[in-house]
Nanobody, 123 residues
Framework: QVQLIETGGGLVQAGGSLRLSCAASGRTFSTMGWFRQAPGKEREFAAAINWSGRSTYYADSVKGRFTISRDNAKNTVWLQMNSLKPEDTAVYYC??????????????????WGQGTQVTVSS
């Protein structure tokens, strides 16, 4: 049974940092990503990483502040979030695809999703 378990969310002040973790079980994945959904808004792409970790992709809104990384031996992907802003407040979802893809920013690319973890940034 495939599972993606996110941890690391919480409440932080603006300018602070959080590190989200996504532990996968049941199989390995080629492309892994993070999406987020703010209250009243649609879910949006945040970051993605390929199997080797050499290629990473970011939404313009998080570029330079967030870093995605992975450890295939641990079947885990992380999202390091620095210089957090109130507009980063959202439920963050881990997503995984067994295949490599150039459409890493599209929800339909991903077959498996975690349950989400809340990140709240206070001003």
């Amino acid at each position: 049974q495939v599972q993606l378990i996110e941890t690391g969310g919480g409440l932080v002040q603006a300018g602070g940092s959080l590190r989200l973790s996504c532990a996968a079980s049941g199989r390995t994945f080629s492309t892994m990503g993070w999406f987020r959904q703010a209250p009243g808004k649609e879910r949006e792409f945040a970051a993605a990483i390929n199997w080797s970790g050499r290629s990473t992709y970011y939404a313009d809104s998080v570029k330079g502040r967030f870093t995605i990384s992975r450890d295939n031996a641990k079947n885990t992907v992380w999202l390091q979030m620095n210089s957090l802003k109130p507009e980063d407040t959202a439920v963050y979802y881990c997503a995984a695809s067994p295949y490599s893809s150039t459409s890493y920013y599209t929800e339909g690319t991903y077959t498996y999703w975690g349950q989400g973890t809340q990140v709240t940034v206070s001003s």
